[in-house]
């Protein structure tokens, strides 16, 4: 057989494979509309109009999971930033603050992303509702340092928070308490998908409703999602109406997200005279954060990678904190104007997320998911900040907790800072074991929280409780072994030492 003849038969049988591929495809896209049409008969009339919006919106990105194939890069094309694109707060901060600073804020928006639960810190409900200091919450937190904005610049900067139906009552619920506060408070709700079933792709949901043994067949899809709930919601028109101009977005865990006033500036004053239309705040990497998503230059523009995109030969380099010394914080400042241009052409392009889920039954499903901060490459002359680790604070687990609970920061109108008392700038690594994962064993074993101020490094495993007025200081290891039990006695200063076996403290 004739080489040409080889490669012909090749080619067909190729061609024949995708055409056959494509086939599977559109009927996979027939029988997912099918089973969404079935879904949204049973909306009721008051339901029916979002629910349709939302199985639209689900219909959309299916559609693009099932062309897309492969990690979303192309390894060879990713660059570093270029210099300029990458701006050092320090440099921003230097500019100062013009006279007019009450005028800049009021063209401000403040969105916080709202739609998390606390079950991976053992609590029920939102996790914006987990007291995190001196009884506040991270709600009362953010109004807090929003009132005290208004109040000082005699402003009139609102707070819209981004719920998901399973944050949503509880929130709205806790809202009445701030009817006082000088701040105005929006609420919207982020879009409500169907998970798939991993092996037929087919939504899970045979009803609208989310209850019962629906409860666990739909997902909030992801921060991405924000635009098009933003813009759906009708608040993006409203606020442009009122003459606003840019959102401040971040979520309601980083309790270093507040509002600077120097970016802020930056932004509705560049230097060059051409605005920014999307700033992301990035920080240095430390060890701890090797996974965090990363800025870089592609194809021409700033483009977001996370880890989940890397082909895998190339985790390791994505990880190296030499190469790619930033990561995103996910303190974002976009345009108003240029998120509704970009929603009305369809323009905003955010990477898809696969995140395999196991439910309660044991079912496999997908969820198809987007993060906000992907969409950095769709907009115009779009800028990185980077910004000191102070911006960074998440609370993610008790470990977190601790730390913001602690003496190494003094709270003020909402805001924490680290203690000036803290000889080192540095945050201090703190593991808790998994007898302390829920916020109430947490709790409980602390009778106090400890002086942490000249703490470096805190590792707890085991049984451990702690009296009141420890202080902790260095590198303090606790290592209660199974069926062991350490009670730390109250008033006890560990510093540099590692505690193990069994110490209990028994009143006689």
């Not at 921003?92 to 603050?97: E, N, P, S």
Request: aromatic share 8%.
């Amino acid at each position: 057989m004739s080489r040409f003849v080889q490669d012909l038969s090749k080619a067909m049988s190729q061609d024949g494979a995708s055409q056959f591929q494509e086939v599977i495809r559109q009927e996979l896209e027939l029988s997912v509309k099918k089973e969404l049409e079935k879904i949204l008969t049973t909306a009721s009339s008051h339901e029916f109009e979002h629910t349709k919006k939302d199985l639209d919106g689900f219909r959309k990105l299916f559609h693009r999971f099932l062309q897309e194939k492969g990690p979303s890069v192309d390894w060879g094309k990713i660059q570093r930033p270029p210099e300029d694109s990458i701006q050092p707060y320090e440099k921003i901060k230097a500019r100062g603050l013009p006279d007019n600073i009450s005028s800049v804020l009021n063209k401000l928006v403040v969105v916080k992303l709202n739609g998390g639960l606390g079950t991976s810190m053992g609590c029920k409900g939102p996790k914006s509702l987990i007291g995190v200091r001196n009884e506040n919450t991270f709600l009362d937190l953010t109004v807090q340092q929003i009132e005290h904005l208004n109040k000082t610049y005699n402003t009139d900067v609102p707070l819209v928070l981004m719920n998901s139906f399973n944050t949503d009552e509880d929130t709205k619920k806790i809202l009445q308490k701030y009817n006082h506060c000088r701040v105005k408070i929006y609420t919207f709700n982020q879009s409500r998908y169907p998970r798939i079933n991993k092996e037929s792709l087919l939504p899970v949901a045979k009803d609208v409703s989310y209850s019962g043994e629906n409860t666990e067949a739909w997902y909030p899809p992801g921060h991405g999602d924000i635009y098009a709930s933003f813009y759906n919601s009708g608040l993006l028109d409203t606020f442009i109406g009122e003459g606003k101009e840019y959102i401040f977005v971040s979520n309601i865990d980083n309790l270093g997200a507040t509002v600077d006033l120097y970016i802020l500036n930056h932004l509705m004053n560049p230097p060059n005279g051409k605005r920014c239309e999307f700033v992301m705040e990035v920080t240095n990497k430390t060890r701890a954060d090797v996974k965090g998503g990363t800025l870089t230059q592609y194809e021409g523009k700033l483009r977001l990678v996370e880890i989940a995109q890397v082909p895998k030969a190339h985790v390791d380099e994505f990880k190296s904190v030499s190469k790619f010394k930033i990561f995103n914080t996910n303190n974002l400042w976009i345009s108003l104007g240029a998120v509704k241009r970009l929603q009305e052409q369809n323009a905003i392009d955010m990477e898809i997320i696969v995140n395999a889920k196991t439910l309660d039954g044991g079912l496999n499903v997908i969820q198809l998911e987007t993060a906000v901060g992907a969409a950095i490459k769709s907009f115009e002359n779009s800028l990185g900040i980077n910004v000191p680790r102070s911006r960074f604070l998440p609370v993610k687990t008790t470990s977190d907790l601790l730390l913001v609970m602690s003496n190494l920061y003094s709270l003020n109108a909402g805001s924490l800072t680290m203690s000036e008392k803290r000889e080192f700038p540095t945050v201090p690594l703190v593991k808790l074991g998994s007898s302390f994962t829920k916020v109430q064993d947490y709790l409980r074993r602390f009778e106090s929280i400890p002086d942490m101020l000249e703490l470096d490094h805190l590792t707890v495993s085991g049984d451990v409780t702690f009296g009141k007025n420890v202080s902790l200081k260095g590198t303090v290891i606790i290592i209660a072994n199974h069926g062991d039990r350490i009670d730390i006695p109250p008033g006890a200063v560990l510093e540099n030492k590692i505690v193990s076996g069994n110490l209990r403290i028994l009143d006689h």
